[in-house]
């Protein structure tokens, strides 16, 4: 099973970003999918998370700014950023909860993608 991430890049503060994470692979089902950030000097920290039933997440920082969504046909999460603040800057993971073909249930990550909030 493979996460790819896309969508990080340069935004101005106050601005948007819409990132995305494709999961492909031996892939019978997807339960939880979730977004962490991990910035300069501080430990990954989740961001938000949806659960199998659409049920949303957010850690407290990204309430009411970012929202989490999923498509379950095209094994995508995503995650919508809107008044982006420098401090939002950080590598952007995604982590998926996957059952492969073999029944066998595991958690896996992305490679990151960056996401830099500055003027």
């Known amino acids: 099973v493979t996460l790819v991430e896309s969508g990080g890049g340069l935004v101005q503060p106050g601005g948007s970003l819409r990132l995305s994470c494709v999961a492909s692979?031996?892939?019978?089902?997807?339960?939880?999918m979730s977004w962490y950030r991990q910035g300069p000097g501080v430990q990954r920290e989740l961001v938000a998370l949806?659960?199998?039933?659409?049920?949303?997440n957010y850690e407290d920082s990204s309430k009411g700014r970012f929202t989490i969504s999923r498509d379950n046909a095209k094994n995508t999460v995503y995650l919508q950023m809107n008044s982006l603040k420098p401090e939002d800057t950080a590598v952007y993971y995604c982590?998926?909860?996957?059952?492969?073909?073999?029944?066998?249930?595991?958690?896996?990550w992305g490679q990151g993608t960056q996401v830099t909030v500055s003027s």
């Open positions: 982590n998926a909860v996957v059952k492969n073909g073999l029944g066998i249930t595991g958690s896996y």
């Open positions: 692979g031996s892939i019978a089902s997807i339960d939880t």
């Open positions: 949806i659960t199998g039933s659409n049920t949303a």
